[in-house]
């Protein structure tokens, strides 16, 4: 015969292992959404994901943001608008890259030039406007304060996240599949009075 408290810490163990599920689903959905939006989605625009490390965007992008740019080449940088933001190369010996928003677009001898300036700046870009040589890629969208996690693991981001995501999916399949092992239906048990 069963004592008394069995079937009740049963049901508890079921609801906890419901719950663990639950959020590791949750959790698993979160890195995939995560990666299609950091990963996926640049590599397929021909873009790529960056972290903002200053202030000149705010309050629209703000440091340990990360953007997604689509890629930017000669052939579709007459698509940029006033209003757009782009990420660009302001000066040749020096990778560091800007994302700023277009203020004006000029004609220049060989295309099309954009004059740029951050939102939280009182003027325009001191290095001029920048050419189709010089911008990398149109801003898609921004996922707040995922580059300061991003900046941390460094180069493994990639590998962390596979990892995560890995253990998060045989987490889950195992406690699906142990749901439907404690949800056998037990032959009667017999009580005597």
């Known amino acids: 015969m069963p004592r008394h408290g069995a079937p009740r810490n049963g049901g508890i163990r079921r609801r906890v292992t419901r719950v663990c599920s639950a959020i590791a689903t949750v959790a698993i959905a979160g890195l995939l959404a995560l990666a299609v939006l950091l990963v996926v989605v640049p590599k397929v625009t021909g873009g790529m994901s960056l972290t903002v490390l200053t202030g000149s965007m705010e309050p629209g992008i703000a440091p340990g943001d990360m953007v997604v740019t689509k ?3 000669a ?3 007459d698509t940029l608008r006033k209003g757009d933001i782009i990420t660009f190369l302001p000066f040749p010996d020096d990778p ?3 994302t700023h928003r277009i203020v004006n677009v000029v004609a220049l001898a060989d295309g099309p030039g954009f004059v740029t300036r951050g939102d939280a700046n009182n003027a325009n870009d001191p290095w001029g ?6 911008i990398r890629g149109q801003v898609l969208y921004s996922v707040p304060k995922v580059g300061y996690l ?4 460094g180069e493994s981001a990639p590998v962390i996240v596979a990892v995560a995501a890995g253990g998060l999916i045989v987490y889950a399949v195992v406690a699906f599949a142990t749901s439907f092992r404690s949800a056998r239906p037990t032959a009667p048990v017999e009580l005597r009075r």
Request: net charge negative; aromatic share 6%; no cysteine.
């Open 71 to 73: 890629g930017i080449t």
């Open 75 to 77: 052939d579709n940088v």
């Open 96 to 98: 560091t890259l800007v």
């Open 129 to 134: 406007p920048m050419t189709d040589t010089q």
């Open 150 to 153: 991003h900046e941390w693991v």
